[in-house]
């Protein structure tokens, strides 16, 4: 059994920070990361949160990332806005996007945030289901390294990162989230299984030529499996187009790996849309979104993406989080 | 063997315009849908072209659509264009749309068509891609009566209907276009081998229950199968919150069909964005979106979704298209 501890959210929060900071991130930079990293605990979402804070400072101190970057914003349009993350973390530049992306959905209907030379931004829906809170419509995508095929080849030529969707219902509260990849399964299970010695089930990877394995390091070096065949890499060809193209972003076939320290700033992008319902539906947005909730509700068994989540946060705010103790361990030792 | 006649690409739209404004469709409201149909011809997608010349004219005439609908064009924010269809052909809302849609997205740098009250609007990839060859990215959406069950779930709640994405190059013509529905397969593929009394392969469709079934009539009482599980279904309720709940149109669960003349018009949605790269990316995204692309095409057997599509539209320019002859009789029965 793993042993625990359990920390409430302001307690991982500000250890998170600390630890940022103490491997030479600017607070400016560290805040927003420490928030997010509190908010996925509180998701359930342990392989995005305090488990990152020791790769994040390892990425500090390598120059991977740049803690003391200062994103750049620009406003070449009416509906959109640029920032250039200068190879810091993707959190604050997504912060400083937003104060301003917010203000302009709602004034132009639509409005796009486009992030180039930046970083991992941890778990996407973290940053949609804020657009949500401002009860605005978040759509969101992000790029990484390559390592999913196309269709009929073998050679990674897109992301496993996700796309991103959420929106409010009558309760003016986030009611559906959808953060999904496009691969079967996530990169980092096969890399689990690789560093436990144990086979990974067919479908999930795919070897140097495009045939299935069960051994995750051949599968680490092939690619990773497309969730249902080629709609798949439809779908991280999407991700790619909005989050590397239309940023001008590094591709995913150039980006440096995001994981170890090899290979300086991967500079991958980030892009959002908000979308204000009013403009768009006028009042009838929120109760198609809670009906569309309800009908799945409504049935036995039956579940919407992100529902357990929900269940996890609200827990988390009265109970905090049950965290490793190994893991904080680790972060601990980063605070000297 | 199936018997065909050629005809032109000229020879289709004509055909097409002819037989519509037969049914009782106005001749701004047949042009455009003919234009369609002749373009859906060429590029090969012979069940989505004069395949639905017949149904469109069945569909006049018992009021499932609004031959003589005018639809009503609203710019309500600086970057959001509605269009309520008036329960006519969805091909003119979006052509009436897309008017003002092309040189807002250039001036605001990015814009929305939410277009309600509509129908079935052909083939989507037809639509983002006239955005593309604009020099936009456009993506769209678009809802159809519910069809797939949730996850964990047995009864529909979202339909197959789907999104679609189109940008141009290097040397400005569309050069990846995505075009793909939430199910495993096409609903029109459950229901042919209905009509031929043929089984269908286990992973298609789901029964009541949500179990398996190899009986297509089983499978269209139930549900259709979505594409690589869960993540299917996300995709679905991505379509469904953009192309209904955010135009206000009618949610999957409450359509009446797109097939048969029961239950008066869908009233479904449509929603498409439309992003200049210029603005977003400033000099950068077609050489990303070539790089992309050429990143498929250098591996032996690899593609690109809507390459098939490409070819085939090169080859029917100078050669026309072989239609059925059986669909080619149908229609010219509609001219009297």
């Known amino acids: ?44 979402v342990a392989s995005h949160g305090l488990a990152y804070i020791p790769i994040y400072a390892e990425h500090v101190q390598c120059g991977k990332v740049d803690g003391q970057a200062v994103p750049k914003l620009e406003v070449p349009r009416p509906g959109v806005i640029t920032v250039d993350a200068a190879t810091g973390f993707a959190h604050s530049a997504i912060d400083k996007g937003f104060d301003q992306l917010i203000p302009l959905a709602r004034q132009q209907g639509v409005a796009a945030l486009s992030i180039r030379n930046s970083y991992n931004c941890g778990v996407l829906g973290y940053h949609t289901n804020r657009l949500a809170e401002s009860g605005l419509v978040g759509i969101g995508f992000t790029n990484a390294p390559a390592s999913i095929a196309p269709s009929g080849g073998y050679k990674p030529v ?11 219902g009558i309760d003016g509260k986030p009611t559906i989230l ?3 990849s496009a691969s079967t399964i996530a990169k980092s ?10 086979p990974i089930p067919v479908g999930w990877a795919l070897d140097g030529e495009g045939n299935p394995t069960t051994d995750p390091n051949v599968g ?29 972003a590094t591709l995913g076939i150039n980006a440096s790996p995001f994981s170890g320290t090899a290979g300086g700033p991967p500079k991958t992008g980030q892009f959002f849309l908000a979308i204000d319902p ?10 198609r979104i809670t009906e569309l909730a309800q009908a799945v509700h409504a049935q036995d068994g039956a579940h919407l993406p992100g529902d357990g989540r929900t269940k996890k946060r609200a827990l ?10 190994a893991t904080l361990a680790r972060i601990e030792a980063l605070l000297g």
Do not use: C, W
């Open 220 to 248: 680490l070096k092939g690619s990773m499996a497309p969730s249902g065949g080629y709609k798949g890499v439809g779908v991280a060809l999407l991700v790619e187009m909005m989050a590397a193209a239309l940023t001008g």
């Open 1 to 44: 059994m793993t042993e625990t501890r359990t920390l409430s959210l302001a307690e991982i929060e500000e250890l998170s920070f600390k630890a940022l900071v103490a491997a030479g991130t600017s607070a400016g930079n560290a805040r927003p990361l420490a928030i997010a990293t509190a908010a996925t605990e509180a998701d359930g």
């Open 158 to 168: 897109v992301g496993t990162n996700p796309f991103s969707i959420a929106a409010p």
């Open 178 to 180: 959808i953060d999904q």
């Open 316 to 325: 988390a705010q009265t109970q905090g989080v049950a965290v490793n103790t």
């Open 189 to 198: 299970e096969v890399m689990k299984h690789a560093r436990e010695g144990k």
């Open 278 to 287: 009013a403009a768009t539906a006028g009042d009838a947005f929120a109760g």
